[in-house]
């Protein structure tokens, strides 16, 4: 790969820098889903290790060689030493996979007594809620790493975000979730009908066809279960939302680095560009923006030239002698790079005009590509060659 | 009018699925496109609430409503009509309050207190039979030439991941009420999701984690009594563009810069080295396109390609792919 140039001109995103900065405690690695969080995580972490830094990956959802790759073998929630990092400068990576069932049921048990949390846990609602409960992950991905920065273990911590369809769903859904547990119907759900309260008529009658709605829709157990269960979670709502408002204001922290990756694809810089706005809606730090799986445009020679040549050599006349034929042979395998070669070149400028509508709407971004790799990373020499091109090296 | 034979004749609802970002929504879209010929009626449905259909045939978001989005291929006469629908539980759960109970306008009211959140949130299943009801609806639908208000229904169905659950209607809905309406709503769902009018196909890219996600899929269906497979479809493969001998022997660096120079361009030897590379880059990835492809292979479904399109994928380029479909036989 000859040529380098960047498909934009935004100021360059230094990886090195943020990693090398003592004060970053925690990093975090956003984007719509599919793009390259998990992988950037990853490889941020095992950069940062290999360059002195006490490091903690938090993943979630893992590819499963890669996951096998950091020794990750079994969804045990707690990190592991990845074995393989070099130890030179005095740095270690400890990597986990979060489990977000197990890091609820944690929760149930520290904050509440053997019994009502037997009880919990036995719950049909409790075990909907916190296996399948859109946005249950991306809380939990915030207790956890509320938990391992309060451990005060590691120096660095590096947060993979789940899998979504948008990258808001990272901050929305603990939010989400909080206004679930505490809301109205909730409540209403756990007040009995001849409540003590100044309910007004009008109210009760609306509250009957809810319930009564609901029952014919779901069933009186489903309901049931639910009432039981908010019953006995009562006490902890408030150290619920207390915590997930701790866990959001660390990532207001000076000590906290966002780093947005994106595909160079119209949707999920579309999500990046809603993510940078945000962001900066919360003042949450913003370190910049990952463009991954770029295809370099490589050389000079543009498409239309190309494919020009290409046609140039296939309408040749054949001869029939054995030059003109080797010749002609030769002429095929050439024109068929050349169409390759054009195909790639009107990829590279598709994908720069994709970015370009990103990066002229936040110029200031700081910006760094990492090309796309022939094959999937999978194992720590992928991981480095991410995390060299994150950090500029030449590859 | 010649009826040429399809690999799913007798489909009439074609459930489309894969992993994030594979080209569900553009292959469900190009599938209905073939579907749509000899005056058949095809309704497109978009299951997770994304407005991805009203984006890729560049519309307005689509209103919760039945609207005819474009025509198929073909030539007078021959061609026919796409419909779209977008399904949001909300207007799903309204749509089933009216059906059985015929209360749509309390079901404005209770929506304005959540309740449709709050029912989706603590039966999550729910929203999943609201969906498959609507698309089974809308099959059973009376009406039209053949007696059918559709001939075929095309899915945009939630990814590889969560699709085993989403048709396992009656598993999902196990837990709710015992007796009632939603019941035998799941088990007529039910009865057109496990028959052989339903098969699910599969969309996959030729990398490492689609392609296991979709073998995992594959299996996880076949273990569900009734439920057909349908086939797997390879969307953005890039084609090779030498024969595999050639692409193998790698290329001929000095020869090619002789082409080069005979097609008039200028500094030959350096431009051959570097497409050389180009070249032997290619050969590796096909190399590794192959390896996926006999994993796909060995599951036994049928297999369709579709080329990875250099352009954004517009309308043209729709009825492009939905050509391919048909010349292999998938519509
Ligand atoms: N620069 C790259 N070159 C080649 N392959 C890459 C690159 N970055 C990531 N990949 C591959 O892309 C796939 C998706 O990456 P990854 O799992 O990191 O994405 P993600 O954003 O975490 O996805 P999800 O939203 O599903 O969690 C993986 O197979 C990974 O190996
Ligand atoms: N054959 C193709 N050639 C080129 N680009 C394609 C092709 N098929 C799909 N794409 C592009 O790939 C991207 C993802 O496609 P699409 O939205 O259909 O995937 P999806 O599986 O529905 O994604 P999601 O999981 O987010 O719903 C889109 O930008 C689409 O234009
Ligand atoms: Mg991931
Ligand atoms: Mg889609």
Redesign the interface.
Known sequence: ??STTALTDNPVLEADRIIDDRRTRIIVCCGS??VGKTTTAAAIGLRAAERGRQVCVLTVDP???LAQSMGLTSLDNTPRLVEGVSEEPGGSMYAMMLDMKRTFDEIVEAHSDPARAEQILAN??YQ??SS??AGTQEYMAMEKLGQLRKSDEWDLIVVDTP?S?SALDFLDAPERLGR?LD????KLLLTPAKATRPFTKVINA?FS??TG???????????RD?QTFVTAFDTMFGGFRERADATYKLLQAPGTSFLVVAAPEPDALREAAYFVERLDAERMPLAGLILNRVHRA??T?SAP?SLA??E??ES?PNGSSETDS??AS????????????A??M??GE?ERRVASAFTSAHPAVPVMEVPAL???V?DLAGLRTVGASLSGEPQ | MTARDTDWDGVRLHVVTG???TGKTTVAAALALALARGGRKVLLIEAEG?QGIARLFDRPPLPYGERKIAIGPGGEGETGDVYALAIDPEGALLD??QMF?G?RS?GR??TK???V???T????G?SDVLCTGKATEAVRRKGGRNGHAYDAVVMDAPPTGRIGRFLNVSAEVS????V???RSHADSVANVIKSPQTAVHFVCTL???PV?ETLDGIAELRGVKGMQVGGVIVNMARPA??PRE?LESG??VS??A???T????HSADE?AK??????A??A??VR?QDGQRDDLAEAGQPLYELPLL???IDLAALYRLAAELRDQGAA
């Open positions: 790969m000859t889903g599919g590819a499963r060689r049909p609602f909907a809620l399948s409960f899998p369809r679930f809301g109205r119907l909730i609306g066809v809810v709605t609901l029952t014919k829709i779901l069933g009186a157990q489903v309901l639910a490589p050389g020679l030239r040549a290409a140039t050599l040749a080797s010749q030769a002429d095929a395998v050439a024109a068929a790079a050349l169409r390759l070669h195909a790639r009107s990829l598709r022939p094959e999937d999978h | 992993k994030g970002g994304r089933y309050l109970y209360m309390a009211a209770l207190l959540g309740m959140d709050f029912a949130t603590i039966a999550p729910l837990g709710l009420a015992k009632g309406p939603i990398e490492e984690m296991q563009v030498l050639e290329p001929d020869a090619l002789g082409s080069l005979r097609a008039g361009l431009l570097s497409l050389g590379d180009e070249l880059e290619h590796r990835r590794l250099t352009d954004a």
